[in-house]
């Protein structure tokens, strides 16, 4: 095992521009939740987009919190480092997502099961000039909307560079935001041309999104913690590194058979190589040379231990549970 740079001089100017943007995003989702919160009214849509922009400050504060921690050094009580502080928000980030998706979802449900009508009243924010509070709250969905996809677009492309599954978790929540504000919004006009019910479905609606997000996060948190093998940032298919790492290993005239074994630990790999030799000369030079030559590959390459063995022993078929 080698001493090995954790983050490239640019992959850290793109950490600092992500953690800015991240404090950005903070900055702004509170003046929108306040601005939401004022106008929220009885409708039950505008209750479910506030509620998602509550829950859209977790993955923020969690990318800076784990930021911060997982640059901890090893020591002897965590001798592996802190990188798994990034795995631990973005699992805390999803069973938040979920939870309060659902919580939204059987509010609304019930509340369009038993044929509440939901009135939206006229209001005197400017004087005396009465005005439906409806505008103000098309107003404040729209502000909560669109400032969100603009940063959701500049998050993503940071996010697949540093591999970094909480970041990317959050552009793709703020790139999804219109569709929130879209359905509430919907609501309130919904509302306004006496469409009762039409509010309560676009919270349903809503809340369904929130769930589904909070899904399939809570998934990919739970697998990257359970040492599934790596995936890309999207989790649409394996990484292609460990397949890369075991070609080079081949390709190395001393090695007979090579298998390689990687996990996660938040936005770097981790894992082990074996190998099968040809013969036993200058092995210890051969395997700490393949390592160094390993390890500059990727800079997600974070540790490789190479083992010589007799005979490869490959993992079964994950079938029907994969």
């Given at each position: 095992?080698?001493?090995?740079?954790?983050?490239?001089?640019?992959?850290?100017?793109?950490?600092?521009?992500?953690?800015?943007?991240?404090?950005?995003?903070?900055?702004?989702?509170?003046?929108a939740?306040?601005?939401l919160?004022?106008?929220?009214?009885?409708?039950?849509?505008m209750?479910?987009?506030?509620?998602?922009?509550?829950?859209?400050?977790?993955?923020?504060?969690?990318?800076?919190?784990?930021?911060?921690?997982?640059?901890?050094?090893?020591?002897?009580?965590?001798?592996y480092?802190?990188?798994?502080?990034?795995?631990?928000?973005y699992?805390?980030?999803?069973?938040?997502?979920?939870?309060l998706?659902?919580?939204?979802?059987?509010?609304?449900a019930?509340?369009?099961?038993k044929?509440?009508?939901?009135?939206?009243?006229?209001?005197?924010?400017?004087?005396?000039?009465?005005?439906?509070?409806?505008?103000?709250?098309?107003?404040?969905?729209?502000?909560?909307?669109?400032?969100?996809?603009?940063?959701?677009?500049?998050?993503?492309?940071?996010?697949?560079?540093?591999?970094?599954?909480?970041?990317?978790?959050?552009?793709?929540?703020?790139?999804?935001?219109?569709?929130?504000?879209?359905?509430?919004?919907?609501?309130?006009?919904?509302?306004?041309?006496?469409?009762?019910?039409?509010?309560?479905?676009?919270?349903?609606?809503?809340?369904?999104?929130?769930?589904?997000?909070?899904?399939?996060?809570?998934?990919v948190?739970?697998?990257?913690?359970?040492d599934?093998?790596?995936?890309?940032?999207?989790?649409?298919?394996?990484?292609?590194?460990?397949?890369?790492?075991?070609?080079?290993?081949?390709?190395?005239?001393?090695?007979?058979?090579?298998?390689?074994?990687?996990?996660?630990?938040?936005?770097?790999?981790?894992?082990?190589?074996?190998?099968?030799?040809?013969?036993?000369d200058?092995?210890?030079?051969?395997?700490?040379?393949?390592?160094?030559?390993?390890?500059?590959?990727?800079?997600?390459?974070?540790?490789?231990?190479?083992?010589?063995?007799?005979?490869?022993?490959?993992?079964?078929?994950?079938?029907?549970?994969g």
């Amino acid at each position: 095992m080698s001493e090995h740079h954790e983050l490239p001089p640019d992959k850290h100017e793109r950490l600092v521009k992500a953690a800015r943007l991240e404090w950005f995003s903070i900055v702004y989702l509170i003046t929108a939740i306040v601005l939401l919160y004022f106008t929220l009214g009885n409708s039950q849509a505008m209750k479910a987009a506030w509620v998602e922009d509550i829950l859209g400050l977790t993955p923020p504060v969690a990318f800076l919190v784990a930021s911060r921690v997982r640059r901890r050094r090893p020591n002897d009580r965590f001798p592996y480092g802190y990188h798994r502080a990034t795995a631990i928000a973005y699992l805390c980030a999803s069973v938040a997502l979920l939870g309060l998706g659902a919580f939204i979802l059987y509010d609304s449900a019930s509340k369009l099961l038993k044929f509440e009508h939901p009135p939206i009243g006229l209001v005197k924010p400017f004087g005396d000039q009465p005005i439906w509070l409806g505008w103000l709250m098309l107003a404040a969905l729209a502000y909560s909307a669109v400032p969100q996809v603009i940063l959701g677009r500049l998050k993503q492309p940071l996010a697949k560079e540093l591999n970094d599954k909480v970041l990317y978790a959050d552009a793709e929540m703020n790139r999804a935001d219109w569709m929130t504000a879209g359905a509430a919004m919907l609501g309130v006009i919904g509302i306004g041309f006496g469409l009762w019910w039409a509010d309560s479905v676009a919270a349903s609606i809503i809340s369904i999104d929130i769930v589904r997000d909070g899904w399939k996060n809570l998934r990919v948190a739970v697998d990257d913690l359970m040492d599934k093998e790596p995936t890309v940032i999207d989790d649409s298919r394996a990484d292609p590194l460990p397949l890369w790492i075991k070609n080079e290993l081949l390709l190395l005239d001393w090695v007979k058979d090579a298998e390689v074994r990687l996990r996660e630990g938040g936005h770097v790999f981790m894992g082990e190589a074996f190998v099968v030799p040809v013969d036993n000369d200058d092995l210890v030079g051969r395997l700490e040379r393949a390592n160094r030559h390993l390890l500059d590959l990727d800079w997600r390459l974070h540790e490789l231990v190479i083992s010589p063995v007799p005979e490869i022993n490959r993992p079964e078929p994950a079938g029907g549970d994969g």
